[in-house]
Protein backbone atom coordinates (compact mmCIF):
# COMPACT_ATOMS: atom_id res chain seq x y z
CA UNK A 1 0.00 0.00 0.00
CA UNK A 2 1.54 3.52 -1.24
CA UNK A 3 0.71 6.47 1.23
CA UNK A 4 1.77 9.73 0.21
CA UNK A 5 1.76 13.10 3.14
CA UNK A 6 2.50 16.47 2.60
CA UNK A 7 3.40 19.20 4.44
CA UNK A 8 5.45 22.76 4.00
CA UNK A 9 1.77 24.38 2.96
CA UNK A 10 1.28 27.92 4.76
CA UNK A 11 0.71 31.92 3.85
CA UNK A 12 2.91 33.48 1.97
CA UNK A 13 3.60 37.40 -0.14
CA UNK A 14 3.34 37.89 -3.62
CA UNK A 15 6.76 37.46 -4.80
CA UNK A 16 7.16 35.39 -2.06
CA UNK A 17 8.37 31.42 -1.59
CA UNK A 18 7.66 28.11 -0.18
CA UNK A 19 8.57 24.46 -0.23
CA UNK A 20 6.32 21.79 -0.15
CA UNK A 21 7.34 18.06 0.70
CA UNK A 22 5.78 14.86 0.46
CA UNK A 23 6.83 11.26 1.87
CA UNK A 24 6.04 8.64 0.05
CA UNK A 25 5.94 5.36 1.50
CA UNK A 26 4.90 1.81 0.30
CA UNK A 27 6.06 -0.03 -2.81
CA UNK A 28 7.55 2.39 -5.48
CA UNK A 29 6.59 0.61 -8.16
CA UNK A 30 3.37 1.68 -8.11
CA UNK A 31 4.88 5.61 -8.17
CA UNK A 32 6.51 5.70 -11.03
CA UNK A 33 4.55 9.01 -11.97
CA UNK A 34 4.75 11.58 -9.49
CA UNK A 35 3.01 14.59 -9.55
CA UNK A 36 2.01 18.07 -7.32
CA UNK A 37 -1.76 18.58 -8.36
CA UNK A 38 -3.52 21.83 -6.96
CA UNK A 39 -7.46 22.52 -6.52
CA UNK A 40 -9.51 25.57 -5.78
CA UNK A 41 -13.07 25.16 -4.43
CA UNK A 42 -15.44 25.25 -7.93
CA UNK A 43 -12.87 24.18 -9.76
CA UNK A 44 -10.83 21.26 -11.33
CA UNK A 45 -8.14 19.82 -10.46
CA UNK A 46 -4.59 21.25 -12.40
CA UNK A 47 -1.80 19.31 -12.54
CA UNK A 48 1.10 21.53 -11.62
CA UNK A 49 4.62 19.73 -12.38
CA UNK A 50 5.03 15.74 -12.49
CA UNK A 51 8.58 13.50 -12.92
CA UNK A 52 8.38 9.84 -14.76
CA UNK A 53 10.67 7.96 -15.89
CA UNK A 54 10.31 8.45 -19.48
CA UNK A 55 9.53 12.43 -19.81
CA UNK A 56 10.90 13.91 -16.75
CA UNK A 57 10.39 16.97 -15.27
CA UNK A 58 7.01 18.79 -16.56
CA UNK A 59 5.38 21.87 -15.64
CA UNK A 60 1.90 23.24 -16.05
CA UNK A 61 2.51 26.63 -18.24
CA UNK A 62 1.39 28.93 -15.14
CA UNK A 63 4.20 27.66 -12.97
CA UNK A 64 7.27 27.00 -15.34
CA UNK A 65 10.02 29.25 -14.48
CA UNK A 66 8.66 29.69 -11.33
CA UNK A 67 8.50 25.85 -9.55
CA UNK A 68 10.97 23.38 -9.57
CA UNK A 69 9.60 19.49 -8.76
CA UNK A 70 12.32 17.33 -7.38
CA UNK A 71 13.09 14.05 -5.40
CA UNK A 72 15.53 12.64 -2.61
CA UNK A 73 15.09 8.93 -4.20
CA UNK A 74 16.65 7.43 -0.95
CA UNK A 75 14.35 9.15 1.03
CA UNK A 76 11.30 8.96 -0.79
CA UNK A 77 10.45 12.52 -0.45
CA UNK A 78 8.88 14.81 -3.20
CA UNK A 79 9.11 18.08 -3.19
CA UNK A 80 7.82 21.66 -4.98
CA UNK A 81 9.87 24.62 -4.65
CA UNK A 82 7.75 27.35 -5.51
CA UNK A 83 9.09 30.96 -5.86
CA UNK A 84 7.85 34.33 -7.32
CA UNK A 85 4.22 33.19 -5.97
CA UNK A 86 1.08 34.79 -7.06
CA UNK A 87 -2.54 35.48 -5.26
CA UNK A 88 -3.39 32.45 -7.99
CA UNK A 89 -1.30 29.99 -6.86
CA UNK A 90 -3.35 29.96 -3.81
CA UNK A 91 -4.69 26.53 -3.83
CA UNK A 92 -4.85 23.30 -1.80
CA UNK A 93 -1.92 21.19 -3.16
CA UNK A 94 -1.92 17.25 -3.59
CA UNK A 95 0.92 15.10 -4.18
CA UNK A 96 -0.01 12.01 -6.35
CA UNK A 97 1.34 8.72 -7.70
CA UNK A 98 0.66 6.11 -10.53
CA UNK A 99 2.53 3.21 -11.76
CA UNK A 100 1.59 4.45 -15.17
CA UNK A 101 4.42 6.51 -17.67
CA UNK A 102 3.99 8.96 -20.17
CA UNK A 103 0.34 9.73 -20.82
CA UNK A 104 -0.66 8.39 -17.89
CA UNK A 105 1.18 11.31 -15.90
CA UNK A 106 -0.82 13.80 -17.02
CA UNK A 107 -4.03 13.01 -15.94
CA UNK A 108 -5.99 12.78 -13.33
CA UNK A 109 -8.14 9.90 -13.91
CA UNK A 110 -4.86 7.69 -14.05
CA UNK A 111 -3.80 8.47 -10.26
CA UNK A 112 -4.04 5.86 -7.92
CA UNK A 113 -2.74 7.30 -5.06
CA UNK A 114 -3.07 10.87 -3.06
CA UNK A 115 -2.19 12.83 -0.19
CA UNK A 116 -4.42 14.66 2.14
CA UNK A 117 -3.31 17.86 0.50
CA UNK A 118 -1.74 20.57 1.91
CA UNK A 119 -3.15 24.77 1.94
CA UNK A 120 -1.18 27.27 -0.19
CA UNK A 121 -2.56 31.06 0.47
CA UNK A 122 -0.68 33.92 -1.87
CA UNK A 123 -1.78 37.28 -0.30
CA UNK A 124 -1.33 40.34 -2.93
Known amino acids: QVQLMESGGGSAEAGGSLRLSCQVS????????RAWWRQTPGKQRERVAHIDYDDGEIYAASVKGRFTISEDSAKKILYLEMNGLKPEDTAMYYCAANGGRGAYCYHERFYDYWGQGTQVTVSS
Open 26 to 33: GYTRSTSC
